[in-house]
């Protein structure tokens, strides 16, 4: 029978993500405390689970490397290496080649034909090097065992008996490995009694596990009594048994009350609570439901056409007379309104998702560039529509990158000006309105506005007389221009001129925006505010001659009248007085290339802002506010100036949606 593989990417796809997300921060504590043995136990879940998945599959790159992964581990877990810092630093290799082949299978539906060679040499290499470390340092052997086990070799020493460890290796060839196993379990038991195995029971049943496991057996027989009857099983390859003597240091962990009433079965229930318990810990992954995003995009498109029509039934109330056409209107608008709300939930992620890769780009780049920075990170719970989830990764990479190459100083340059050794990077997101807010904050050396200015004049980006009239804050916003970067030398984190300009029209690309506040030998903070979702937005229509546009309403702070003479003509620019400063004043009929009619003594004002920016948008006359629905222009009308997308109004006429980022 021919198995479709393809249609268990996605899933392979989607729980590889999670594991190693989970690999990628434990490998972070680990870092932190190299002793704790349960980080290790969960890197080899991890390793197991995912050899498994991908060698299911057919990716045998990925699981040859997951297999030797394993190798050091288990001899990690076994006390015969001891966790280095060369052994984390090639698990983070491991990590990033797994992260490398995952992307790949989601670009080309393959893992690519990187089989990850060196990478293996160099596990083995370690492992090899490690273990003679070792054993040079100590001929002796040492076993974690948990208390109750404990209990069971000192009885079974005072009634005579002996307790060996057994550590069978099946042949690869072997197809019913749970079945051989319990060939070793019923052939073992005939000679005394099984008081533990690794994995537990239940696990082997299952065959949740490779082709090794661990038995410890009292009994009063030899060991020459057990290899014979262990040989006389087809199918193994190779049998290990160790006499837990007083050759061997017994360390005790999980300091449990013993309970001798318990028979084996019950044991390994409770070692398997344990484990579970311990996993919890350690890992959590959360509860989610996967849905496919197209599905969950026809349903968006439903609620909008829902929208669409309840905006169309709006316009037939005003004409009709009953009563019932009003309640039907407003019960259809009750369920739209949950609808929305509904669909909206179930777009919504966590901002974590982003969040959780940044601990790792931060631990790379500060060893990278000899810097010691503690990242501080709030306000992962967040919740932000997925379409934003997508598209906010890259410029908070950028944003993080450039605080710790051109923020955050050198150890020995923050002690000379008094500061702690150790920089701070902080990343926090809250919800804000209809926006979520992400400040990307160092204590870093601040910007050189003055800087800035230089190399702007010397790269032609503005003359001298504009230099002039520059506010420190317009000086600063310069670093957003296409190609300026105030790095001395190119690296592979900085110089290249490409950055904070890409990091400027991404946001705004979602409608967003991004703000910088920064005071010299202070720090820096980079604000962005996001939308929480791209499909539904409330917004103020209005006219222009015949046309209808819309701005959406939380870019508009005010509406007011304003007199034809009170605006004024400064360099070119039109502004006017509104709460006691100037704003730029914008003719959107002459932006739009609408022609213009008599022009009024009395005009309408649309205040809007973005961040702390205001602007005053001339419009013929106003409508109302009204839910809309944005409807992308398409790739052949994408990048028209001023313009952000359309909608389908009530009488099934086209509104073209201003861009309030471009227009500012």
């Given at each position: ?17 999670e594991?190693?997300?989970?690999l ?6 680990l ?16 390793a ?10 057919g990716?045998t790159?990925?699981?040859?490397l ?22 984390i ?23 690519g034909s990187?089989?990850n ?13 490690e ?20 209990e069971?070799l000192?009885?079974?020493a005072q ?9 069978i290796?099946?042949k690869?060839?072997?197809m019913?490995k ?24 239940e ?9 090794t496991?661990?038995?410890m057996?009292i ?24 006499l ?5 240091d ?18 390994h ?35 909008s ?17 009953g ?39 931060v631990?790379?780049?500060s ?9 501080q990170?709030?306000?992962?719970e ?14 908070l990479?950028?944003l993080i ?38 400040e ?5 050396k601040?910007?050189d506005?003055k ?29 957003f ?12 984190l900085?110089?290249?001129g490409v ?11 979602i ?11 202070k ?6 505010r ?8 409330q917004a ?49 009929k ?11 003594e ?15 948008l ?16 398409g790739?052949?009308?994408a ?13 099934g ?5 201003l ?6």
């Amino acid at each position: 029978m021919d198995l479709d593989i393809n249609q268990y990417i996605n899933i392979f796809v989607e729980e590889s993500k999670e594991h190693l997300q989970s690999l990628n921060d434990v490998l972070l504590e680990l870092e932190k405390n190299p002793s704790n043995l349960e980080y290790i136990n969960e890197i080899f879940r991890v390793a197991h689970t995912l050899k498994g998945m991908s060698g299911t599959m057919g990716f045998t790159n990925m699981a040859n490397l997951t297999h030797d992964m394993e190798n050091v581990l288990q001899a990690i877990r076994n006390n015969e290496v001891e966790v280095s810092d060369e052994i984390i630093d090639l698990l983070f290799e491991c990590f990033d080649a797994l992260d490398t082949s995952v992307n790949h299978i989601i670009d080309h539906g393959s893992e690519g034909s990187t089989s990850n060679k060196d990478l293996i040499q160099k596990l083995n290499k370690l492992l090899s090097k490690e273990k003679n470390n070792k054993n040079n340092y100590s001929q002796r052997h040492t076993m974690e065992l948990e208390h109750h086990l404990v209990e069971v070799l000192n009885k079974a020493a005072q009634e005579g008996l002996s307790a060996y460890k057994i550590d069978i290796l099946l042949k690869e060839t072997c197809m019913l490995k749970a079945a051989r196993a319990f060939i070793v379990f019923n052939t073992l038991e005939t000679f005394g009694e099984i008081v533990y195995s690794n994995p537990p029971v239940e696990d082997i049943e299952d065959e949740k596990f490779d082709l090794t496991f661990s038995i410890m057996l009292i009994t009063s027989s030899i060991e020459a009594e057990l290899l014979d009857s262990l040989n006389q099983i087809s199918e193994i390859e190779k049998i290990e048994i160790t006499l837990l003597d007083d050759s061997i240091d017994i360390i005790e962990i999980n300091d449990v009350e013993p309970n001798t009433d318990k028979d084996f079965s019950e044991f390994h229930k409770e070692d398997t609570k344990n484990e579970k318990e311990t996993h919890s810990n350690v890992g959590k992954i959360g509860k989610t439901v996967r849905v496919d995003i197209d599905r969950l995009d026809n349903l968006m498109n439903l609620v909008s056409e829902l929208i669409i029509i309840k905006t169309r039934m709006d316009d037939l109330s005003g004409k009709a007379t009953g009563e019932n056409m009003t309640e039907a209107i407003e019960y259809l608008e009750r369920i739209t309104t949950s609808l929305h709300d509904a669909v909206m939930k179930v777009r919504m992620v966590p901002i974590e998702r982003v969040f959780n890769r940044f601990p790792r780009l931060v631990r790379d780049l500060s060893k990278e560039l000899g810097k010691e920075i503690d990242l501080q990170m709030s306000g992962e719970e967040t919740e932000v529509d997925r379409t934003v989830i997508d598209e906010i990764g890259d410029p908070l990479i950028h944003l993080i990158r450039n605080s710790i190459d051109h923020g955050i100083e050198l150890p020995k340059d923050r002690i000379k000006i008094g500061k702690p050794e150790r920089g701070n990077l902080i990343l926090k997101s809250y919800p804000d309105g209809n926006n979520v807010v992400i400040e990307v904050e160092d204590d870093g050396k601040g910007i050189d506005y003055k800087k800035i200015v230089r190399k702007a004049l010397e790269k032609g980006l503005l003359t001298e007389k504009e230099a002039e009239n520059l506010s420190i804050e317009e000086s600063i916003n310069l670093l957003f221009l296409p190609g300026f970067s105030t790095a001395e030398k190119v690296s592979d984190l900085s110089g290249r001129g490409v950055g904070l300009d890409v990091v400027k029209s991404k946001i705004e690309s979602i409608n967003g925006s991004v703000e910088v506040e920064s005071v010299e030998d202070k720090g820096t903070k980079f604000i962005i505010r996001i939308p929480l979702t791209l499909a539904i937005i409330q917004a103020l229509l209005i006219k222009l001659s015949d046309e209808i546009y819309a701005i959406p309403l939380s870019s508009v702070t005010e509406i007011v009248n304003i007199s034809s003479s009170d605006i004024r003509d400064v360099q070119g620019q039109e502004i006017a007085l509104y709460r006691g400063k100037t704003i730029p004043v914008l003719r959107l009929k002459a932006l739009l290339e609408i022609p213009e009619d008599d022009v009024d003594e009395d005009l309408v004002v649309v205040v809007v802002n973005k961040g702390e920016k205001q602007a005053g948008l001339i419009v013929d006359s106003l409508i109302g506010q009204q839910e809309i629905v944005i409807k992308s222009l398409g790739k052949y009308l994408a990048g028209i100036k001023y313009i952000s997308g359309a909608t389908i109004l009530g009488n099934g006429n086209i509104s073209l949606i201003l861009d309030v980022n471009s227009l500012i």
